[in-house]
């Protein structure tokens, strides 16, 4: 039950991220380019699918099977993911349709999830720094003090 909570918040931020940069892990001397990646979208086993765009030069090189990482992160959100694992080329290469013509379907089996929330900054109180400079200018400014009158007083 605990496991499936966590699934929950981790589906919820990754659908508000939408997008990511994959980074191919594989050693193949021909591997899939790093890439912005979009969700499409992850299931009840663990399993996120994503499109990423189609090598222009010789697709049907590129292995089907390979490692992968995820990386969340958007300006604005106080958090970041990364996600990690074997990931499989899920088109049908002999039945592709007009929209997927120029994208790869690749699913990806979530092995290692990291979440990171950023820290809360500390609000800087501003007194301490005005009495600090306050007691620096009166022990290092002399102010000219008069005996006698002004004239014209």
């Known amino acids: 039950m605990n496991h ?5 918040l981790i589906k919820e931020k990754i659908y508000e991220m939408h997008s990511a940069i994959m980074y191919n892990l594989s050693n193949d001397i021909v591997r899939l380019p790093n890439n ?6 992850v299931d009840d086993e663990g399993q ?9 030069y010789q697709p049907d ?13 958007r300006k604005g959100k106080p958090f970041h993911i990364e996600v990690s694992g074997p990931a ?10 007009e929209i997927l013509a120029n994208r790869w379907l690749i699913k990806m089996k979530m092995k290692n999830i990291t979440y990171t929330e950023a820290q809360n900054r500390a609000n800087v109180n501003a ?5 600090k ?20 007083n």
């Open 4 to 8: 499936d909570l966590n699934l929950r």
């Open 36 to 41: 912005i990646v979009n969700v499409v979208q």
């Open 48 to 56: 996120l699918w994503f499109l990423c765009d189609k090598p222009l």
């Open 61 to 73: 090189q590129y292995t089907v099977l390979f490692p992968v990482r995820l990386q969340f992160y």
């Open 88 to 97: 499989e080329l899920a088109n049908n290469f002999r039945n592709e349709d």
């Open 127 to 131: 007194m301490p720094w005005i009495n």
């Open 133 to 152: 400079a306050y007691r620096f200018l009166s022990s290092h400014l002399s102010i000219p003090n008069h005996a006698k009158p002004l004239p014209g």
